[in-house]
């Protein structure tokens, strides 16, 4: 399960060490991109109170907006599984797609063509810059783990999810599934 190089498609579990850190606290991320000069994922697991319609009143829907990290949270970004209906994507891998034709994104939802189960909007990313990822990695902040739901991710990553995650991990980690988010409320 426990993957040896950082790739984009890989999930990173926060390690249940990162205590107080709003944005990584319990959080799996769906890792979009990695490369020599940095990486950039999105947090799977944090929905906010907005759903899609509230920022954008041309779109009538009620899918939720996740918060995607701290980068940028003023920009909407999506990903999704239906690349050959949103031209202009970028596979991430196993086939989930990051962004498009946001127009045609928008139309679609609105004549229900694009259903929850195909998309995932957030609002900003999280980034690294070059090295920060696997100098993170090397301090045990985050486990890499593959992605075995592949492009039906969208439809498994819920706000439990991290716990899901810890679960299948076993060992050492099964204590922490049921602790408190702040373990000083234990």
Same mark, same amino acid.
């Given at each position: ?17 990162? $205590? ?15 490369? =020599? ?5 999105? $947090? ?19 899918? =939720? ?48 063509? $694009? ?72």
């Amino acid at each position: 399960m426990i993957s040896e190089k950082l790739q984009k498609g890989q999930l990173l579990i926060a390690e249940p060490s990162i $205590i107080g850190d709003l944005s990584f606290n319990r959080s799996v991320i769906l890792l979009a991109d990695h490369n =020599k000069e940095g990486s950039v994922g999105f $947090i799977l697991n944090k929905p906010l109170k907005y759903a899609i319609r509230d920022l954008l009143p041309e779109i009538d829907s009620k899918f =939720k907006i996740y918060n995607g990290g701290p980068v940028e949270q003023d920009n909407l970004y999506f990903i999704h599984n239906v690349p050959h209906l949103i031209p202009n994507s970028v596979e991430i891998s196993n086939g989930i797609f990051w962004g498009g034709d946001f127009e045609l994104t928008k139309e679609l939802i609105n004549t229900g063509i $694009i259903k929850k189960k195909n998309i995932r909007f957030f609002l900003g990313y999280t980034g690294w810059d070059a090295e920060q990822l696997e100098n993170e990695m090397q301090a045990s902040s985050w486990i890499l783990s593959k992605n075995i739901y592949e492009n039906n991710i969208l439809g498994k990553a819920s706000v439990h999810f991290w716990k899901e995650k810890i679960i299948e991990l076993g060992g050492e980690y099964l204590i922490w599934s049921n602790a408190p988010e702040n373990p000083i409320l234990n």
